[in-house]
């Protein structure tokens, strides 16, 4: 790993907007998606082009989190993931569980994408009987009744939900007295949760309005 | 509706960011929330808390698009919900189309959430003979091969793209050619479009990354 990174203060993080970190993600992909293809660097103004942003964007994001890359060469790809995910807490491996095993909950199970992220989903919990005790993809369904109980056993860190908007709260709220650190909620509904417990909703509808609102608007959005 | 709205000028709405039109969103869906409680009125301040914003937030948002609510009053609820629907064109229906019936692809067709907010699936396409000619929730599965003559014959203006990552620019191509105005891409890799096509793309490992972020910084996100 590059040593030219200089850790910041926790006051300068805690002021890092989250669509910097959500543009961090993007990075992150596109470096790991070169170096796949047997890219070694690349500058700030060919990465940003990748993905519709401009050198100055890059380099703006990136500074929030220190000096990386060097004149004339630009970004060690490799470097850089390895930066990347040392800020975005990913170079070390979080145990998460997901909680509501329908449709939607079955298709995360599945999604491969989390594993080679860091992230690790160790069980999964619902209320019908017909599945609780049988897995997908190798991961437990536990009875609901269960969820403190395993939390705690495995440490489990994060949490997925997605089980109906009206049983969401009721879920987020055993998920914190069980002591979950952060929770990504994909139920239609805006939880209410201790500042202490991370919180993101993820509203499947938004990026179709988002759609709308472009083309309604003859806007090409990128 | 409302008449106290102002139409701005196109260059201006060209201005708009899109974590206005995202919050926008939430104001809806938290306002349809209200009036199904039976609310009539609300001021910014008080959605603003309902959501973890400030009120200068949500009026900074709105003050995009126009003038709303009263003196005293604040917002009249179902008189907003109708101008940001106006807004981000949803008060109109739009014709959807779902490309890769697959465990995500499932997932969104039975997703009830779409259709209350303006958007109808109304074909999907797979190229798995043992499911071309079944249908989902009432939503028909084509053959891949006629993407283009049901796109132009059902004039859908949006797909949902949950193919492998591999295949997703060939089909994203092929919707460009068919005409399509938008597309949300969930598989986890970056398309190149015509810049008339609206794009959004949606990685679903992104929020567990800004969970992760903030979880590994102490930081609570809203």
């Known amino acids: 790993m590059s040593s030219t990174r200089r850790k ?3 006051p300068e993080r805690r002021d890092v907007p989250t669509v910097v970190v959500n543009r961090l993600s993007l990075y992150l992909r596109e470096l790991q998606h070169l170096v796949r293809e047997g890219r070694a660097t690349i500058s700030s103004s060919q990465l940003g082009k990748l993905l519709g942003f401009t050198d100055a964007q890059v380099r703006k994001d990136l500074a929030y989190f220190g000096h990386f890359g060097q004149p004339g060469i630009g970004y060690r790809c490799s470097e850089l993931i390895d930066e990347i995910r040392s800020i975005l807490g990913t170079d070390r491996q979080w145990t998460v569980t997901l909680v509501g095993v329908g449709n939607l909950g079955r298709a995360l199970l599945r999604y491969r994408g989390f594993t080679s ?5 160790v069980a999964s919990f619902d209320v019908d009987a017909r599945i609780i005790g049988s897995s997908i993809e190798g991961i437990p369904v536990y009875s609901l009744a269960r969820l403190a109980e395993i939390v ?12 109906p908007a009206d049983e969401a709260q009721q879920v987020a709220d055993q998920l914190v007295i069980a002591g979950i650190s952060g929770i990504v909620n994909f139920a239609p509904v805006t939880l209410s949760l201790p500042t202490e417990v991370s919180l993101v909703g993820v509203d499947l509808t938004t990026e179709l309005e988002q759609i709308a609102f472009s083309v309604a608007n003859r806007i090409a959005t990128r």
Chains 1, 2 share one sequence.
């Not at 992220?117 to 989903?121: E, L, M, N, S, T």
């Open 152 to 163: 705690r056993q495995q440490r489990i860190q994060i949490a997925l939900i997605t089980v």
């Open 8 to 10: 910041p203060e926790s």
């Open 117 to 121: 992220q860091g992230f690790r989903i």
